[in-house]
């Protein structure tokens, strides 16, 4: 079992910035990869931003070059830059991690971008 708790989201304007946080506890070593979905309202969930267990990163194309994914030293810990924030980010975005037998899921955090 892998439990994850995310924080940092909350309510900027538009050109902001927010930093999203991600811990992981319980069966780490079976983390191959963790990251970040978003889900809009009437929307499917959809990927954000991932980082495999060898730092290798792969962003959706809507936030390439505005969004950076990164991890702490101790490797269970996941973040998401996310700088000049457009109104169509708002979503909830929820962290990730991918073991070979099933995805684990945080709770989600709200991001609210106004115009």
């Known amino acids: 079992q892998v439990q994850l708790v995310e924080s940092g989201g909350g309510s900027v304007q538009a050109g902001g910035s927010l930093r999203l946080s991600c811990a992981a506890s319980?069966?780490?070593?079976?983390?191959?990869?963790m990251g970040w979905y978003c889900q809009a309202p009437g929307k499917q969930r959809e990927l954000v931003a991932r980082?495999?267990?060898?730092?290798?990163?792969n962003y959706a194309d809507s936030v390439k070059g505005r969004f950076t994914i990164s991890r702490g030293n101790a490797k269970n810990t996941v973040y998401l830059q996310m700088n000049s924030l457009k109104p169509e980010d708002t979503a909830v975005y929820y962290c990730?991690?991918?073991?070979?037998?099933?995805?684990?899921w945080g709770q989600g955090t709200q991001v609210t971008v106004s115009s």
């Open positions: 990730y991690a991918a073991t070979i037998l099933r995805p684990y």
């Open positions: 319980g069966s780490i070593s079976n983390i191959n990869a």
């Open positions: 980082i495999s267990q060898y730092g290798s990163t």
